[in-house]
Structures are given as structure tokens and as C-alpha cells.
């Protein structure tokens, strides 16, 4: 769902883990260690669902400067397909990265954990 701020709010992430009740300060981090993409709300972290997180690794794997999300059920929806992106800021120490509706320009935090 879009908010005022052009920002989407529940549908690009994976709950079963966290739950929607429980409030996460950090980015999140998988029991396992493994890699775990994560973007931030207004008021916490939600992980990307598991074909979303595949295919930011995939782009992030492949030293790409950004990827225009589109497969997973959130944006793989036909009327979401390549409004977000994830830019990777390789060069900032560490490399940071930002969620970009490409419509509003809205951005938001995202963070690579694992």
C-alpha cells in the first residue's frame, strides 16, 4: 500500500519471522548467518521477501550499481514492476544502500546483514 510519502508500507517484506507486532530497531539478521536484505519503515526494519532478497543479492553478487525490482509478490506485481529500485553506494564507507520509488523519488534505507 502507498502512503502519503510515497513509500510503500507492508507489502515488500517477509513477517513470518518477526511478526507485524514486534518492533525491530536494527536491520535484521538471520538466526543462520545468512545474507538478509532489510528495508526500513517509518518506524522499523521488514525484511524483503525471499524472491526479492534473491534478486538484490543476485545484482549485488554481480558488483551492478543498482536493480530495478520486479519478481517477488510484492514487485512483481504488474502495476509495481520497475517503480523501486535499490541503489547500491558502493563507494561510501561502509557501502550503504537506498530503496528509490521511481516515480516520487521517495527513498528509503535498506541494509545487507549475513
Known sequence: MMSASGGFGGGGMHSSHHGFGTMINGPITKGDGS????????????????TTQKQIETAFASNANMVVLNQGPYFGSSH???????VFNRNSMPPSFDQVNTSTHF????????
Open 35 to 50: 545474507t538478509c536484505w532489510s528495508w526500513k519503515d517509518d518506524s522499523q526494519w521488514k525484511e524483503y521477501d525471499d
Open 80 to 86: 509495481r514492476q520497475g517503480l523501486y529500485q535499490i
Open 107 to 114: 527513498t528509503r534505507k535498506v541494509a545487507r546483514t549475513g
